[in-house]
């Protein structure tokens, strides 16, 4: 993945029987896909996302019966999608958008009962939106955007349990809004610029949800100025005068883009020779700067000690007192202690290490959120996996994380797992260490739902009798690997 391999993929890899998973995204590979590659026996993950590959996609992806993740988004594949696709009964994840895919969505596409993302937006299909998707149950992201659809939308929709992402924009959809659809809790809705009518939900009739039916010229509901004024219409100066003033706008947005652009960096070349000794990493927003405590990191003012590093009493000139730790060349600023002056008390004291459960973007964001709670139970798996505080002087600069993703990558998985637990658990260890590296993923967007790290878990204590589980104990079937996992890759 993300490479600069061109030309097309070899018809003797169609003959590499033992794979188990394809990742050739984001490079610049053109032609045909080989007809036997399409039917892999054992593939699980088939990515070839931000290519230019061509033709269409092979019926014999039938042979490919374990094929959980079909990713092949931002190519230009065209032709109908084989009907062939709905026998595999353990896809979960189906990526086609932004190709040139034509003619109906399968029938055949409601059989798939492990269903959980179905993304064929910005493509050229026609058709109606299949009946009998009430099967779906555990649909949770349905993007169909952007095609040429016609007929109603079907009230089946409002009666899937997990769905939360709905984009039916951009077609030419008819009749009413189902009132079913008022069952779902959505996170996203978007039935904007199809041919839509009538009444809106009585749910969806406020201004939280203009946006979702924008471009309907039928639809009339509650919501004041959604359809358009009968014989209205602006004169062609009006636009001109708008159009000019928009252009006007945009220069002058452009431009000051460029010049901050070009301050900021200066600035931050600037602050990097200044500051070239010392990184610093906040995790609340701070009252003073770093220059204020410069003076105080001696040994007169060290107040306690720890595994990880010293900790220093820094009194500012505000009149606030914070503690302050050195952490080998990092310095962990924590405002912990207030307006000691004005009580007279004595400093408190700070856990180390616990901002190690901390997920790294709470740095740049002070938010948390699902993502943010799932970092931090991922951290927990390796705690208890590894036998190992999230900080400790073993790691130096490292923190737990990224201790156990580099010994793994250097001496291997046996370095890392607390010698303490029965060996003849390995395969099952390895697979829930597996889990916690991808919760405490350094990207939010990567990390699984609950429900997902739930089904892992899971299928982590079922040993061989799940299919899903890869031998080398890799979950790739039900979640969309980091880029740094290469390991037994094409």
Same mark, same amino acid.
């Given at each position: 993945m993300y490479n600069s391999f061109s030309g097309e993929i070899p018809e003797s890899y169609g003959n590499c029987k033992s794979?188990?998973?394809?990742?050739? @995204?984001?490079?610049? /590979?053109?032609?045909?896909?080989?007809?036997?590659f399409w039917g892999l026996p054992h593939v699980y993950l088939l990515e070839l996302e931000d290519n230019s590959l061509s033709g269409n996609i092979s019926r014999m992806i039938s042979g490919s019966f374990n094929l959980s993740q079909l990713l092949i988004s931002k190519n230009q594949f065209s032709g109908l999608i084989p009907e062939e696709i709905g026998s595999l009964n353990n896809l979960f994840k189906f990526s086609g958008s932004y190709n040139r895919l034509t003619g109906p969505i399968p029938g055949s596409f409601v059989k798939l009962?492990?269903?959980?993302?179905?993304?064929?937006?910005?493509? !050229?299909?026609?058709?109606?939106?299949? !009946?009998?998707?009430?099967?779906? @149950?555990?649909?949770?992201?349905?993007? /169909?955007?952007?095609?040429?659809?016609? #007929?109603?939308?079907?009230?089946?929709?409002?009666?899937?349990?997990?769905?939360?992402?709905l984009d039916l924009s951009g077609n030419h959809l008819s009749g009413k809004i189902p009132i079913e659809l008022q069952n779902l809790k959505l996170n996203t809705l978007n039935l904007s610029n199809n041919w839509l009518s009538g009444d809106l939900p009585p749910h969806y009739a406020n201004e939280n949800y203009r946006n979702s039916f924008l471009g309907n010229p039928g639809l009339c509901g509650y919501l004041p100025d959604l359809c358009p004024s009968v014989g209205g219409g602006m004169k &062609? !100066?009006?636009?001109?005068?708008?159009?000019?003033?928009?252009?006007?706008?945009?220069?002058?947005?452009?431009?000051?883009?460029?010049?901050?652009?070009?301050? *900021?960096?200066? *600035?931050?070349?600037?602050?990097?020779?200044?500051?070239?000794?010392?990184?610093?990493?906040?995790?609340?927003?701070? #009252?003073?700067?770093?220059?204020?405590?410069?003076?105080?990191?001696?040994?007169?003012?060290?107040?306690?000690? #720890?595994?990880?590093?010293?900790v220093y009493k820094v009194v500012l000139s505000n009149g606030e007192t914070v503690a302050m730790k050195s952490l080998g060349r990092i310095l962990e600023l924590l405002q912990v202690v207030a307006a000691v002056s004005s009580r007279g008390g004595e400093p408190m004291s700070v856990i180390a290490g616990s901002w190690g459960y901390i997920?790294? &973007?709470?740095?740049?964001?002070?938010?948390?959120?699902?993502?943010?709670?799932? *970092?931090?139970?991922?951290?927990?798996?390796? &705690?208890?996996?590894? #036998?190992?505080?999230?900080?400790?002087?073993?790691?130096?600069?490292?923190?737990?994380v990224k201790w156990v993703s580099t010994t793994i990558d250097q001496k291997g998985i046996d370095h890392v797992i607390d010698p303490t637990l029965e060996s003849k658990y390995k395969e099952e260890i390895s697979k829930i260490l597996d889990i916690g590296l991808l919760c405490a993923g350094l990207l939010p967007i990567k990390r699984p739902a609950m429900r997902i790290v739930v089904r892992l878990l899971q299928e982590a204590g079922a040993g061989n009798k799940s299919k899903s589980v890869h031998k080398d104990g890799k979950f790739s079937p039900h979640y969309q690997e980091d880029a740094s996992d290469q390991g037994g890759t094409v």
């Open positions: 794979l188990y998973r394809v990742r050739l @995204k984001q490079n610049n /590979l053109s032609g045909s896909v080989p007809e036997s009962s492990e269903l959980g993302e179905l993304d064929l937006s910005n493509n !050229e299909l026609l058709g109606k939106i299949p !009946e009998g998707i009430q099967a779906w @149950k555990k649909l949770n992201e349905l993007n /169909l955007a952007n095609n040429r659809l016609y #007929g109603e939308i079907p009230s089946e929709i409002g009666s899937l349990p997990v769905i939360n992402y &062609e !100066e009006n636009l001109w005068i708008f159009g000019s003033i928009f252009m006007l706008a945009s220069i002058v947005l452009i431009v000051g883009v460029v010049v901050f652009c070009w301050k *900021y960096r200066t *600035y931050k070349e600037n602050k990097k020779r200044t500051m070239s000794k010392w990184k610093w990493k906040s995790f609340h927003k701070l #009252g003073f700067s770093e220059f204020e405590i410069m003076d105080c990191l001696n040994e007169e003012n060290v107040i306690g000690s #720890g595994g990880s590093g010293k997920a790294p &973007e709470y740095a740049y964001t002070l938010r948390v959120n699902e993502k943010s709670d799932i *970092y931090s139970f991922g951290v927990v798996i390796l &705690e208890l996996v590894t #036998g190992r505080r999230p900080i400790d002087p073993e790691f130096g600069e490292k923190e737990l």
